[in-house]
Nanobody, 119 residues
């Protein structure tokens, strides 16, 4: 079982920055894929950024060149640096971890952290 705890959300003006963190209860070097998703009311959860264990990263087109995903293996923490925030980035952001084992995918989610960007 993997527990994920997000932090760092809050209220920021458009153009500002926030840094989200996701603390894992296990060594993140044992996690095959970690990612950030976001969700707004009435919409499906969408992938924002992901990082594979080898360090490969992918971003949603809407956040490319503004957001950066990184990991601190020593602290078992995943980060999402969000710059040049826009009103449309307002959402609840969720940390996700996937472990691949014996042909199955085990997915874990944090409780979410709310980000509000004023227009």
């Amino acid at each position: 079982q993997v527990q994920l705890v997000e932090s760092g959300g809050g209220y920021v003006q458009a153009g500002g920055s926030l840094r989200l963190s996701c603390a894992a209860s296990v060594s993140i070097s044992s996690i095959n894929r970690m990612a950030w998703y976001r969700q707004t009311p009435g919409k499906q959860r969408e992938l924002v950024a992901r990082m594979l264990n080898g360090g490969v990263t992918n971003y949603a087109d809407s956040v490319k060149n503004r957001f950066s995903i990184s990991r601190d293996n020593a602290k078992n923490t995943l980060h999402l640096q969000m710059n040049s925030l826009k009103h449309e980035d307002t959402a609840v952001y969720f940390c996700n971890a996937e472990i691949y084992m014996l042909g199955s995918i085990y997915a874990y989610w944090g409780q979410g952290t709310k980000v509000t960007v004023s227009s």
